[in-house]
Each structure stands twice: as structure tokens, then as C-alpha cells.
T-cell receptor
Framework: AQSVSQHNHHVILSEAASLELGCNYSYGGTVNLFWYVQYPGQHLQLLLKYFSGDPLVKGIKGFEAEFIKSKFSFNLRKPSVQWSDTAEYFCAAPGGGGSNYKLTFGKGTLLTVNP | SQTIHQWPATLVQPVGSPLSLECTVEGTSNPNLYWYRQAAGRGLQLLFYSVGIGQISSEVPQNLSASRPQDRQFILSSKKLLLSDSGFYLC???????????FGPGTRLTVT
């Protein structure tokens, strides 16, 4: 079964600092990977996704993530965070329990950006 | 465009009472549908998923059940709520295998 690990439970940064949130997955077959974001009081929404091709994927609001197959990693990055990036971030991969229908989510990383 | 609705937004129910949470999707047909429970610091736990009308798969044994009476309707139910059923319940859909999922606004359930 797929498992997804997010290494940081809570990250606190000042505005303009650089961000990197770690994500590792366990299943090494064909992998589709996702980062979701949940802003305070809002729906969980897709931030970016990797299906194939260029391992560096760009998402909304200046976020990017790099798929490194040899490390089973899909870390999320942003060069300069803003106060509005305060949110909870979830990494996800399909294939939990032998089915590609399901997404397995990490436990989430709460990002707090101080102005 | 597709939209997903959940209701109610919040619910306070006594222990032992029944539960019915509803999720509907508009603007698509034959979606995969999902129920998750989100707990602080624990991510999203998949409870049920459905790939078609009447087809329900349960992920964890629990006090809850799910049904899909129509193509774009997904219902989460319980005959008798427990305190441990309190939480934030999210419905999601996707158009097929390995596609990204789209989430509803969620229902905050408090069992007292």
C-alpha cells in the first residue's frame, strides 16, 4: 500500500523567506503526485501535480515541486513566501490499498508566515 | 464547469442520534466519489469511495456507512452516532483513475 510522509508538522517563516516542504512516498511504480493546499476557511484545492515529463512542475501562486524518483520525493518549494501563503499543505499520491482510485494523503504541514 | 456541494455546513448532534450528510456534484457524469474525515495533524483519512451507482467500498471499519443512490449523489450515514464520530467530513470527486480530486467545502460534525 502507498504511504506518504510529510516531515514537518508546523513551519513558521517570515515573509520573503524561502520555503521547502518535504514529501516522500513509498510506492515505486507509476506515480502521480499532488500537492493540495487548504487556506483558512477555504476548500482543499489543488496546488500542483506531477503526472509525467519534466520533473520540475510549477503550480499556482509561484509554487513549484520537484519529483526525484531515486529519492521517492516530491518536495514543495517557493523562493519567497508571503503572508497569504499561510495555510495547511498536503502531499498526496494514488495507489493506496492496491487501488489507483484512491489518494493517500500525508498528515499535512501547517505553514505560518509572519508579516 | 463542475461544482461540488455538501450540506449541512455544520451539524451538532447528540450521541445515539442518526446522521445523514449529503454530497452532490454538478457538471459531470459518472464521477468517482469519496468521503474523507480530516482531523488536525492527522491528514485526510479515506472513509468510503464509489466508482458507480450502488458501488461502495469501505476503507476502515467504523460506525458509518455510505450510499450512492444517484450518479452524482453520495451520502454518509450513521444509525447511532458516537462521540468519536465528531470531525470534519469532506466529499471529493474525480473524473477517473489517477486524476486529481476536487473537494467540497466540508461538514463540521460535533457529537455531544
Amino acid at each position: 500500500a502507498q504511504s506518504v510522509s510529510q516531515h514537518n508538522h508546523h513551519v513558521i517563516l517570515s515573509e520573503a523567506a524561502s520555503l521547502e516542504l518535504g514529501c516522500n512516498y513509498s510506492y515505486g511504480g507509476t506515480v502521480n503526485l499532488f500537492w493540495y493546499v487548504q487556506y483558512p476557511g477555504q476548500h482543499l484545492q489543488l496546488l500542483l501535480k506531477y503526472f509525467s515529463g519534466d520533473p520540475l512542475v510549477k503550480g499556482i501562486k509561484g509554487f513549484e515541486a520537484e519529483f526525484i524518483k531515486s529519492k521517492f520525493s516530491f518536495n514543495l518549494r517557493k523562493p519567497s513566501v508571503q503572508w497569504s501563503d499561510t495555510a495547511e499543505y498536503f502531499c498526496a499520491a494514488p495507489g493506496g490499498g492496491g487501488s489507483n482510485y484512491k489518494l493517500t494523503f500525508g498528515k499535512g504541514t501547517l505553514l505560518t508566515v509572519n508579516p | 464547469s463542475q461544482t461540488i456541494h455538501q450540506w449541512p455546513a455544520t451539524l451538532v448532534q447528540p450521541v445515539g442520534s442518526p446522521l445523514s450528510l449529503e454530497c452532490t456534484v454538478e457538471g459531470t457524469s459518472n464521477p468517482n466519489l469519496y468521503w474523507y474525515r480530516q482531523a488536525a495533524g492527522r491528514g485526510l483519512q479515506l472513509l468510503f469511495y464509489s466508482v458507480g451507482i450502488g458501488q461502495i467500498s469501505s476503507e476502515v471499519p467504523q460506525n458509518l456507512s455510505a450510499s450512492r443512490p444517484q450518479d452524482r449523489q453520495f451520502i454518509l450515514s450513521s444509525k447511532k452516532l458516537l462521540l468519536s464520530d465528531s470531525g470534519f467530513y469532506l466529499c471529493a470527486w474525480d473524473p477517473g483513475s489517477a486524476y486529481e480530486q476536487y473537494f467540497g467545502p466540508g461538514t463540521r460534525l460535533t457529537v455531544t
